[in-house]
């Protein structure tokens, strides 16, 4: 996830990542963390403390004076099984959201022009 | 397939991994005439939510959102280049990659049998994977590689904000990172040469990396 500063709505890291960050806690799926309550306050996350704490890396670049926040390490690429939540441009240039797909079997495939 | 199945409550959707923007695939969309959802995907969100690390991959979610069968190759049909001819007049670098080609695993029979015996069993499929084996067989994230999703990231941002040569840095840490993560290597690679040969800003190749690992590796078996 690209921040241009390290403070960052809770809504935004949701919808990028699947966390859902609270005061005491972040959870994706059944998966619940504890986080010290510093993390989050008033929705607003320091992304830098949640990084530590979900082991996700940040990465800066000094020139452009960006970060990337990487998924958190350790364990596997899904920490549950529960679909992560998934909006994306379609390309009739509407708007894809996963959730409205539900109730019907999915397959997802990822392909490339590349 | 398609047209076969979504009656009996399977929807297909097409995801883009294409930093390029929807310029870079729209015309193959419009060539397959596509009926079903077809998404684009710049920031390969979607490598990093389900652990894709190279295309065609396919991911099923049943009617209640749960992965029943996380990333893994997914062809409509089998393809065998074990028997392509290689005429005598063929370039040297055409026969080196005719001969990689030969042994290349593209098992779609199997996968699409497995999604019918899905779509007709559902749960009770022996396909449909269990919530914990969902997340083993999903792909492992070490330091490096959550690192290197990170790399990536910033590269195409700074690629598609136009900072082309900036970006270079951060794919090579991710190639650095991740080795056998196959779409950061081919996306990169791409933009430099599409034929994804040999040039001087990257390290590797398709050839010569897909070598050294055997072809016969470069899509896993099904795994049933």
Redesign the interface.
Known sequence: ??LEKLRVSAEEIEQ?T?WKIEELQACRGDVCVPISPETCSDSLVDASLLAEQL?????Y?E??R?Y?????????????????P?V?????GGT?D??F?????????????? | MRTELKPKGLEVVTVALDTGGPEACRQYVLDADAQHPSVIDEAHVVDELFGIVNVPNGVWIDEEGMIVRPAEPAWTRTIDYSNVPIPEDTPPERVELIELARGLRIEGDAYVSAIRDWVAKGSASRFALTPDEVIARSHPRSQEIATAAAQFELGQHLHRAGFTEDAVFHFREAHRLHPSNWTYKRQAWSFIDPKQGPTPVYDGNWTDDVKSIGSENYYPAFQP
């Open positions: 996830m690209i990028r699947g082991r996700m890396p940040l990465v670049n020139q452009h960006i990337s926040l990487g998924p958190e390490a350790g364990g596997r690429a899904l920490s549950s099984a529960v679909a992560p998934l994306l441009p379609d390309m009739r894809f996963l959730r797909l539900l109730g019907q079997k999915i397959l997802l495939v990822a392909w490339a022009s590349w």
